[in-house]
């Protein structure tokens, strides 16, 4: 089954959640660049990290000019939706998809039976160009059983930050009509009721790994700055309970990742994520509700650039359920 990596995700109680498990809908968007037109219900948000499929993701190459490989297309369902994911790879790139999911003899033809991207439902646009989208379809605006899928996207090749090529691509499948266009099948997974997983969480101060700021005691930890190379996050001292990661200097400012491991998740608190930088290496206790670089809820930042970080996260960590 795909694994779809969880982030970091701020519990409030306006969070949208996916009913099926405790997993809440996560808040930073991989590589959004903005979205010039949506249609049909099609939401700008990341796949959730969670959503209780009711069968193994099922997969097709994303096919450019018919002969190349630009990435996958992905299709599976829950309880009550049905969601498509696009994803381009190597020098790939998507500038708009055109997505039909339904009964294979509603498919938008022509006169000579071939698909009609423009005339699918389901249209986005990108102000930029993106590597990975999704669609989420309500289950009961779909017939039961196996539907047809018509996954079109615009994707270019890009060499050297320069569009080098321009194709039509599709999820691989049968032909349809007198041209190369495809679809192809998917059949809706029933789901079985399982009952509810408990899951149970320890409040914990966690830092970025690094140097101690004081020799004994506290134990809370600064990280020197490096480009794109994850840093441990540890709660409690001793638990891995994510990552973060440092983008490279645009305009003086550093964009700042956090992702989590094993399940752990921000404390639903006012500021639960805090950071300080500084020019020079640290030293003495910190005080993390005095830092001035960032203090607030997001799991992706833009602060100005420094050679240290002191980055201080309120979690909660996955243990063991005492009954």
Request: proline letters at 4%; one cysteine or more.
């Amino acid at each position: 089954m795909r694994k779809i990596v969880l982030f970091f995700a701020f519990i409030a109680a306006s969070a949208m959640a996916i009913t099926y498990s405790s997993c809440s809908n996560d808040l930073n968007l991989a590589e959004e660049e903005g979205i010039v037109a949506v249609t049909a219900g099609t939401r700008a948000v990341e796949v959730p990290a969670c959503v209780d499929p009711c069968r193994d993701v099922q997969e097709v190459r994303l096919m450019a000019g018919q002969h190349y490989e630009a990435g996958k297309v992905y299709v599976v369902n829950n309880k009550e939706k049905l969601y498509v994911a696009y994803e381009t790879t190597g020098e790939w790139k998507m500038k708009a998809i055109h997505l039909f999911v339904g009964a294979c003899d509603k498919l938008p033809v022509n006169k000579q039976g071939n698909l009609v991207p423009g005339r699918f439902p389901y249209k986005v646009e990108f102000n930029g160009l993106q590597t990975f989208y999704y669609v989420e379809i309500p289950l009961d605006t779909l017939p039961e059983g196996c539907i047809c899928v018509a996954a079109h996207a615009e994707v270019v090749k890009v060499v050297d930050g320069e569009i080098v090529q321009s194709e039509t691509a599709f999820g691989e499948g049968g032909k349809v009509g007198k041209n190369w266009f495809m679809k192809f099948e998917y059949c809706i997974a029933v789901c079985e009721d399982e009952p509810p997983v408990e899951v149970c969480y320890q409040d914990e101060t966690a830092w970025a790994a690094g140097s101690r700021y004081v020799a004994q005691g506290n134990w809370a930890t600064y990280t020197p700055y490096v480009a794109n190379t994850p840093v441990n996050v540890f709660a409690g001292q001793n638990y891995l309970v994510g990552t973060v990661t440092f983008s490279e200097v645009v305009d003086g400012k550093v964009t700042i990742t956090l992702a989590a491991l094993n399940g752990a998740r921000l404390q639903s608190v006012a500021e639960s994520v805090k950071i300080q930088g500084y020019e020079t290496a640290p030293s003495g206790n910190p005080a993390p509700g005095l830092f001035t670089t960032y203090k607030g809820n997001e799991t992706t930042v833009i602060v100005d650039a420094y050679a240290y970080y002191g980055i201080h996260l309120d979690v909660q960590r996955v243990v063991d359920c005492m009954e």
